[in-house]
């Protein structure tokens, strides 16, 4: 059953990469990058955090007592969070498309990096170590920049070493040429690329593929106005981070929480996300709330023409086929056996992921959208690839234990926290025993304390009709990224007025469909470079 513990308040041990591998370091020793901003002042039912510096986690409710839950009662409920009908459109989530599933894993890749271990419970959560600045300014994508991380570099350009999809075969054995549309690799497959976990699965590796290009069209966009060689990079690397930065606010945030809560934000103040000097991750954002993206993933997509749910078809473009075609979780090994490089004919049609309002009718074409935020993941998710059919291998199973280990305090004791703050209704014992996995949730006690990412994710079910997140997970989600843009000193926010200047559909504008568009590379296998439909 569900009960609260008393919070340790020891722990010096903080974690520092050395060759890819996570080795403690006493804390002290750490250095942070974090660049000075105005203090924010803390409401008196909310104390800031962040007072080990932007390169650790902290916590936004530092009063709530953690939820202790033992494992057997999360893997029940892990096991009832399972989606039963898959492949039900009913299901699907007509405000979301695919395409923002994996920008969000793009996204969480940029602002956090956890490299603590499942297994065991973390004495003090505020001593992990976030190897990601909490900030959208693309180090997923840039590195230490072309100095220190070269490899990532051409040498005659600034721009990014972009690699080659290899020739295959299309649905009626035409063969599809090499394109310029994979990740550079080295010898044994790996990709060269500011954060390993973009390789993960074949949707994040192509979303990152796209901020790559992305970043060279600005280059070329630059240096057609004028802009000095020597400037190119700095110009265009910040030009590129402010787009994608309000891009995140208006297009992504506000797509899965409210819209018009980011000028909220910015007019009223956050009143939960404080921190004094720098940005911090926040454990309740981090395990819990941005968490998700799990709830919105697919079981199978229509991925392009040859990979799709009907005939004429190669094959289907199930999630287990997504990972196989990617370097960290699959099969491109390059000289240890696997393939070279990811084939062409798995090279993405991004008219399939994001609404360019493609004429219904088009042939083969279906649209992706993503699936509705509720308690529910698709089944490759409760085993995941590469894992033993266990409970480690689930992963509701291995968030709600996240969850625990980070002393996470239950949904409830935060909603009832943030209602002293805001109009806010926590959810009642009997709205979150609705449905099967309500059923066990009551079984287990989770209906009166339940944990915290459950409670997002049924609050999103209940509250927000499956389509956005309900109003503690919206209001913890949108707090934590207005605040991470506004704690960058060098964020689109320092300059005051500012709006996007690169082309868009509508201008001053800048969503992910306008950053497609702009690189032009919307269908490679079709030879659609941009769309007349946007």
């Known amino acids: 059953m569900a009960q609260s513990r008393q919070r340790s308040r020891h722990g010096l041990v903080g974690r520092h990469i050395v060759a890819e591998q996570a080795v403690p370091i006493d804390a002290a020793t750490v250095k942070t990058s974090a660049g000075a901003v105005a203090p924010v002042a803390a409401s008196r039912a909310v104390q800031p955090g962040g007072g080990k510096g932007q390169g650790f986690f902290d916590r936004m409710f530092k009063d709530l007592s953690p939820l202790e839950v033992d494992d057997a009662d999360l893997e029940a409920l892990a096991n009832a969070m399972r989606d039963a009908s898959p492949g039900d459109p009913a299901l699907d989530n007509p405000n979301v498309p695919a395409g923002f599933t994996y920008l969000g894993q793009f996204i969480d890749h940029d602002i956090s990096l956890d490299l603590s271990p499942l297994s065991a419970s973390i004495e003090d959560p505020t001593m992990i170590r976030n190897f990601r600045t909490p900030g959208l300014d693309l180090d997923c994508v840039y590195g230490a920049g072309p100095g220190p991380h070269r490899f990532l570099f051409r040498q005659d350009a600034p721009k990014f070493l972009i690699g080659q999809a290899t020739p295959s075969p299309d649905a009626q054995g035409v063969q599809i040429p090499a394109l310029p549309n994979d990740l550079e690799r080295t010898r044994h497959g790996v990709a060269l690329i500011g954060d390993h976990r ?73 009143k939960f996300y404080r921190f004094k000097t720098v940005p911090f991750m926040p454990v309740e954002f981090a395990g819990a709330a941005y968490r998700l993206g799990h709830s919105m993933v697919r079981e199978e997509y229509s991925h392009n023409r040859v990979f799709r749910p009907v005939s004429p078809r190669l094959a289907d473009a199930s999630l287990t086929r997504l990972f196989q075609f990617s370097s960290l979780s699959g099969d491109i090994t390059g000289e240890l056996g696997g393939m070279a490089a990811l084939p062409s004919n798995w090279v993405i049609d991004w008219r399939r992921f994001y609404d360019f309002h493609t004429p219904a009718g088009t042939p083969n074409f279906e649209f992706n959208p993503s699936r509705r935020l509720d308690p529910f993941l698709t089944p490759t998710l409760h085993q995941l690839p590469g894992f033993p059919p266990t409970r480690e291998g689930n992963l509701a199973f291995r968030n709600l234990r996240r969850g625990v280990n980070l002393g996470l305090p239950s949904g409830q004791d935060v909603a009832s926290a943030m209602a002293k703050e805001i109009p806010l209704t926590p959810l009642t014992p009997a709205e979150i025993a609705t449905g099967p996995d309500g059923v066990v949730a009551a079984q287990k006690g989770f209906d009166t304390a339940a944990p915290l990412w459950y409670y997002i994710l049924k609050e999103a079910q209940v509250r927000g009709q499956g389509e956005r997140l309900g109003p503690v997970g919206g209001r913890i989600v949108a707090e934590v990224f207005v605040g991470m843009v506004q704690g960058d000193k060098d964020s689109f926010l320092s300059q005051p007025g500012w709006t996007p200047t690169l082309p868009a559909k509508v201008p001053g504008t800048f969503f992910m469909t306008d950053l497609l568009q702009f690189v032009g590379d919307i269908s490679p296998i079709d030879g659609i470079t941009t769309v007349s439909t946007l």
């Open 198 to 270: 973009n390789d993960e699965n074949l949707l994040v590796a192509q979303t990152h593929l796209a901020f790559l290009k992305f970043h060279d069209k600005v280059v070329d966009h630059l240096q057609a106005a004028g802009t000095p060689g020597p400037q190119l990079f700095d110009e265009a690397s910040k030009l590129v981070r402010w787009h994608y930065q309000w891009m995140v606010l208006h297009d992504f945030v506000e797509r899965i929480t409210e819209v018009g809560i980011v000028a909220k934000l910015l007019t009223e103040g956050r």
